[in-house]
């Protein structure tokens, strides 16, 4: 059972707006979130988190929002630039292992910014 | 600034045969994973090592072994090698080590090794 769902294989945006990347949980024992940007042939790499705490943390043009109750979290870009484009994936931590036992993580959105 | 250094990066074998992925960290991290990496199915975790001396297994097992050589590095074995198996594989390590507070548990990766059995 996919305890992280992204269920968009792939976002197409605009150069210039906003690039919404979504991700819903299953596992309420989840305490952390996070979200890695993988271009192709490099290992992904982590671009921004939040605690189970708050519900919103930015960093620059990115942003990541959390909705404990709905289960659900989602990844602005504003504004969306052309390196942007790649597979980006949600993980979560916690859970039974206290984060020991790594990441779960969904299975990507590729996105692609169209100039 | 080497992070994680995965050997081989890629690698051909045929059904049957063995190999031994190796992975090294240089940051101090406690903690070490391998993940595979399939089309249409993110990242699975296949063995993690939470500190030196420990393994467990992640979501997908099967067909692999792993030896926590010492605090830097974590080697994949795969003994008798299957199609199944051909995929991307990423070591990864973390500070994380069980019962923290206060880590993320972040994870930071290597290139990747790029793995066809034929």
């Known amino acids: 059972d996919q305890q992280v769902k992204q269920n968009s294989p792939s976002l197409s945006v605009q150069e210039g707006r906003i690039s919404i990347l979504n991700c819903d949980y299953t596992?309420?024992?989840?305490?952390?979130f996070l979200w890695y940007k993988k271009y192709p042939a490099e290992g992904p790499t982590f671009l921004i988190s939040?605690?189970?705490?708050?519900d919103k943390n930015e960093d620059g043009r990115f942003t990541v929002f959390l909705n404990k109750s709905a289960k659900h979290l989602s990844l602005h870009i504003v504004p969306s630039q052309p390196g942007d484009s790649a597979v980006y994936f949600c993980a979560a931590s916690g859970g039974s292992g206290g984060g020991a036992d790594g990441l779960t993580f969904g299975k990507g959105t590729h996105l692609i910014i169209q100039p | 600034n080497a992070g994680v250094t995965q050997t081989p990066k890629f690698q051909v074998l045929k059904t049957g045969q063995s190999m031994t992925l190796q992975c090294a960290q240089d940051m101090n991290h406690n903690s070490m994973y391998w993940y595979r990496q399939d089309p249409g199915m993110g990242l699975r975790l296949i063995y993690y090592?939470?500190?030196?001396?420990?393994?467990d297994k992640g979501e997908v097992p099967n067909g692999y072994n792993v030896s926590r050589l010492n605090k830097r590095e974590f080697s994949l074995r795969l003994e008798s090698a299957a199609p199944s198996q051909t995929s991307v594989y990423f070591c990864?390590?973390?500070?994380?080590?069980?019962?923290?507070?206060?880590?993320?548990?972040?994870?930071?990766f290597g290139e990747g090794s790029r793995l066809t059995v034929l």
């Open positions: 596992n309420s024992m989840f305490d952390y």
């Open positions: 990864a390590s973390s500070l994380t080590s069980g019962g923290f507070i206060g880590s993320t548990g972040e994870l930071f």
């Open positions: 090592s939470a500190s030196e001396g420990t393994t």
């Open positions: 939040i605690s189970s705490i708050k």
